[in-house]
C-alpha cells in the first residue's frame, strides 16, 4: 500500500535547523518527482521544494541557499535540510508524489499526501 510518513519536526529557535524526513513505501522513489510543501494557519498550502527523477531540484524564493531537498533511494526517504530558520518557515509540513517538478510547485500537481509534521520557529 502506498504511503508517506512525515518526521523530523518541532520547536526550534529562529537560526535553528531540522531535518524533515518523508518515509515513502509503494514507490519507487526515482521514478518520480518528490515535493515538500508546507501550511500555515490560516494560509493556503505552497509548494517548499521538488526533486525531479533525475535529482534536478526546485525551490520557492523565500527558501533558497536555507533549504536542500535530497533523497536516499536504498532508504525510501525523501528529506528536507532546513538551516537558518525564521518564524515565516513556521507551518506544517508535507511530502507528496508527482510526475514532475515544475517552477510554480503547485499542489495540484502532487498526490498522495502525509499526515504532515508541525514545523514551529519560536523563540
Known amino acids: 500500500q502506498a504511503q508517506l510518513v512525515e518526521s523530523g519536526g518541532g520547536l526550534v529557535q529562529p537560526g535553528g535547523s531540522l531535518r524533515l524526513s518523508c518515509a515513502v513505501s509503494g514507490f519507487t522513489l526515482d521514478a518520480y518527482a518528490w515535493g515538500w510543501f508546507r501550511q500555515a494557519p490560516g494560509k493556503e498550502r505552497e509548494g517548499v521544494s521538488c526533486i525531479s527523477p533525475s535529482k534536478d531540484t526546485v525551490y520557492v524564493d523565500s527558501v533558497k541557499g536555507r533549504f536542500t531537498i535530497s533523497r536516499d533511494n536504498a532508504e525510501n526517504t525523501v528529506y528536507l535540510q532546513m538551516n537558518s530558520l525564521n518564524p515565516d518557515d513556521t507551518g506544517v509540513y508535507y511530502c507528496?508524489?508527482?510526475?514532475?517538478?515544475?517552477?510554480?510547485?503547485?499542489?495540484?500537481?502532487?498526490?498522495?499526501w502525509g499526515q504532515g509534521t508541525q514545523v514551529t520557529v519560536s523563540s
Open positions: 507528496a508524489v508527482g510526475w514532475g517538478c515544475y517552477s510554480d510547485l503547485s499542489p495540484s500537481d502532487f498526490r498522495g
